[in-house]
């Protein structure tokens, strides 16, 4: 008789907080269709301001993509050709790239190997006449150390633009982050921990200008209808997008704490677990998880991760390749980033969503164990 089949199980399951909302999300979606109003209508209106007052800003505007959020809030900030704008190496490409859509340079700096997010020394250092702005990544939900990067800013007259395409809802000292800095962007992914059904993004800052530049480029340059200013893109939030978003967002901070709470079953049972380092929470952060992510050391990460595939347990590697090893930035001049080159190496993100089980969450720590 053959052994039973194991279930597969996800690195993000959606089908549980989709079950638990199904109903509300048809209302909005039935809504939607209903008032035949699918471009900037009243939801996507409603959602700005239900962000807005959530964060504690004064303008939320919502775009068709995190990337996008970069993108234009790199162009309100007033970057240009020429200019650098300091960064990790250790994310998504999209973040060089909205800089370097404007030809300035992105100047990448190590990381912190506890947090994964920048190291705040290396920035200073990084600085030049050149430089016009840092963009801090708030990684894997974990909010960078924002105080010393305000203070370096302050110090340099440099804008900062805060990444927060994995941090919705994380805190930095009891301050929402995407609050902090000149200005903010988000990704609502539907990966994300506030993820629409397709893609959505978000630009947030106090300041009036920036939020008045964003809003006129997101519709071709245009204040008024037919009446282009400048070379602006298409980049309006979807109605039915904005709905949706409006549904799940009653429910982030709940969501956010189960998290949490599985993150802290996670370091318990991986704690016994030698070779393996768990995430940290530093005090001044309250970490929302949009991933789960450990470190393998002593190069065994890729067998590991190869004997779970094997198990149906799914996990990604969030990032293999730091920026600066990317083809596109072959010809960009980089300083040492040791740790980042380091970390490339061993980071593991495991399955975790709100309501994953601690049955789960034991049968992927005793395989990856069994594994090492």
């Known amino acids: 008789m053959s052994a039973p089949t194991l279930t597969k199980i996800p690195v993000l399951d959606l089908k549980p907080e989709i079950a638990l909302i199904r109903d509300e999300l048809m209302a909005a979606i039935s809504g939607v269709l209903d008032s035949t109003q699918f471009i900037m209508g009243p939801n996507v209106k409603a959602f700005e301001q239900e962000v807005a007052d959530y ?11 995190g990337t996008d959020a970069l993108v ?59 430089t ?3 963009l801090p990544v708030h990684l894997y939900g974990h909010a960078v150390d924002m105080d ?5 800013a302050q110090e340099h007259g440099l804008k900062v633009l805060e990444d927060v395409a994995q941090a919705f809802g994380a805190d930095y000292k009891g301050r929402k982050v995407g609050s902090i800095g000149d200005a903010g962007a988000f990704s609502f992914f539907p990966s994300k921990n506030l993820g629409a059904f397709g893609d959505g993004g978000m630009f947030t800052t106090n300041d009036d200008g920036y939020a008045d530049t964003v809003r006129m480029l997101r519709v071709h340059g245009a204040r008024k209808k037919y009446y282009n200013e400048t070379v602006g893109v298409n980049s ?27 993150a802290a079953r996670y370091n318990a049972m991986l704690s016994q677990v030698p070779g393996v380092i768990p995430p940290a929470t530093e005090d001044y952060a309250t970490h929302v998880f949009h991933q789960y992510t450990i470190r393998i050391l002593d190069g065994k990460r890729d067998g590991v991760q190869k004997a779970l595939d094997e198990q149906g347990i799914g996990t990604f590697v969030y990032y293999p390749v730091p920026l600066h090893k990317l083809p596109v930035y072959k010809d960009l ?30 049968r992927i720590v005793d395989a990856l164990a069994a594994a090492l």
């Open 55 to 65: 964060l504690g800003v004064k303008h939320a505007v919502a775009l068709n993509s």
């Open 72 to 130: 234009l809030g790199i162009h309100a900030l007033g970057i240009r050709p020429g200019d650098e704008v300091i960064t990790t190496p250790f994310t998504f490409f999209a973040t060089g790239e909205a800089i370097s859509h404007f030809r300035a340079t992105p100047v990448f700096v190590d990381i912190d190997p506890v947090t994964y997010n920048f190291d705040i020394e290396k920035v200073r250092a990084a600085i030049t006449p050149k």
């Open 132 to 134: 016009k702005a840092i």
């Open 148 to 152: 010393p990067i305000l203070a370096i």
């Open 236 to 262: 309006r939030l979807d109605e039915m997008q904005a709905a949706i978003l409006r549904v799940k967002f009653k429910h982030i901070d709940a969501w956010n704490a189960g998290r949490r709470e599985a």
């Open 333 to 362: 001049p980089v300083g040492p980033v040791p740790v980042a080159d380091q970390l490339s190496g061993e980071v593991l993100s495991l399955p975790i969503w709100p309501t994953i089980e601690e049955g789960v969450q034991k």
